[in-house]
């Protein structure tokens, strides 16, 4: 599957982006989805996930209650709300689809990970 990310730029502290990330390929609607974020200079962390049923999701404890995740599988998306942005936020977010083989939970890792996108920039101004 490949995916393509959009909905990233500069954005100024308490905005609310939204962003897409639109699916090619296999099917989508049985894959779990998940976003995931990268600061310079850090590691590639979670963000959120939402499982194929569409309704089960998890966050990380970072954005809890600021960002939301959903899914169109009509569409072949995926989304992350993001309200009440903060500078820490800034980062490179990616989409990916959750291996198969994976527990989904709110310590999704890199390695649960079966495909990436090629990453959208938010850079959220203070």
């Known amino acids: 599957v490949q995916l393509q990310a959009s909905g990233g730029g500069l954005v100024q502290a308490g905005g609310s982006p939204r962003l897409s990330c639109t699916a090619s390929?296999?099917?989508?609607?049985?894959?779990?989805m998940a976003w995931f974020r990268q600061a310079p200079g850090n590691e590639r962390e979670f963000v959120a996930a939402?499982?194929?049923?569409?309704?089960?999701?998890y966050y990380a404890d970072s954005v809890k209650g600021r960002f939301t995740i959903s899914r169109d599988d009509a569409k072949n998306t995926v989304y992350l709300q993001m309200n009440s942005l903060k500078p820490e936020d800034t980062a490179i977010y990616y989409c990916?689809?959750?291996?198969?083989?994976?527990?989904?939970?709110?310590?999704?890792?890199?390695?649960?990970?079966?495909?990436w996108g090629k990453g959208t920039l938010v850079t959220v101004s203070s």
């Open positions: 939402i499982h194929r049923n569409g309704w089960t999701r």
């Open positions: 390929g296999r099917a989508f609607s049985t894959y779990g």
């Open positions: 990916a689809v959750i291996s198969g083989r994976a527990w989904m939970s709110s310590s999704l890792s890199v390695d649960d990970i079966e495909s």
